[in-house]
């Protein structure tokens, strides 16, 4: 069976490619290579021995999208991770993020709603919760105004996808809001490449311990919770990946409960930074270089997923721990900088 993986060669596409090849799924990647690299397609086959099909395609423009799809009628799936998520490039370049997150998912509904086999997975994030009232977080906690674009990206992404259900009986859709990726692939072939300055935790720690960073800034240590510092639902991308694949069979076999569907994928625990850095320095043996300095904009205290949905109505739930997903980045870390 053939799959579409657009942004297959990103952080959670491509270990969401592994995984599908593992599955013995044929897959096409499509990608734009503006923020990722061709050398990923190695990294693929070196862990699968397979090799998949890529296409350099940028979605924006809309004629290769058609051409695309003209293409490749007997898709079985589409599993759709092209898309920015800079949080503060967002606020300083809305209409980029408009136009990459939004305009492309219309252009690909617009394609995948002519297919025989209309199967969607789309890539939503826990940011639609904002600071949830309740924790854990369940599926049914209010969406709030999003602080930035991109994460108003993803509110309104679901609610084209939704819509477009609605009309559309044969139209099958599920919307995984993810928490906190992490991680690596355990063979450290493949793992997160930030552009730059890293803006999320764990990249920042892992190149810090590297030498490429002098030192990590604990972004408020006055956070009422029991260490003062945020906590949040860290997700191994290897867990994330394999849930892609679950989700994907789920619509395959017609086994969704309804045409439009939303699972939290988390692990249900929530860690705090000081928490994260304490699994990286034990499982490194490296002491980290960090400091706590004053809060940052736009941050929820805490932030954690409720999974009985995910476990019992998917049927999927996370096998690994902290220490794996850290003990992984660090490998990675290490490989791309030997
Ligand atoms: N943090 C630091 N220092 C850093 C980087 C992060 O202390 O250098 C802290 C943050 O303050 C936060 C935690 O580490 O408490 C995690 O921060 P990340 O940036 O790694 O992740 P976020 O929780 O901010 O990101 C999540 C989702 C995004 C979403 C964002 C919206 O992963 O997709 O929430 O705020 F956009």
Redesign the pocket.
Known sequence: MKVLVTGGLGFIGSHTVVELQNEGFEVVIIDDLSNSSLDVLGGIEEITGKKPVFQKLDLKIKQDVIDFFEKHKNLAGVIHFAAN?A?GESVNNPLMYYENNIGTLVYMLQRLTKLKQQNFIFSS???VYGQAEELPITENAPVQSA??P??NTKQVGEEIIRDTCKVNEKLNAIALR????IGAHSTAQIGELPIGV?????P?ITQTAIGLREQ?????GDYPTPDG??I?DYIHVVDLAKAHVVALKRLIENKNDSNYEIFNLGTGKGSS?LE?INSFEKVSGKKLNYKIVG??D???IA?YAETSKANDVLGWKTELTLDDAMDSAWKWEQKIRG
């Open positions: 998520k949080v994030s826990c940011t602080e930035s991109y994460g993810y928490f906190n990726p890293p803006q999320n935790l764990v920042y990590l800034s604990v972004f408020g510092t945020c949040r930074v994260v809060r940052r736009g941050d929820v932030a």
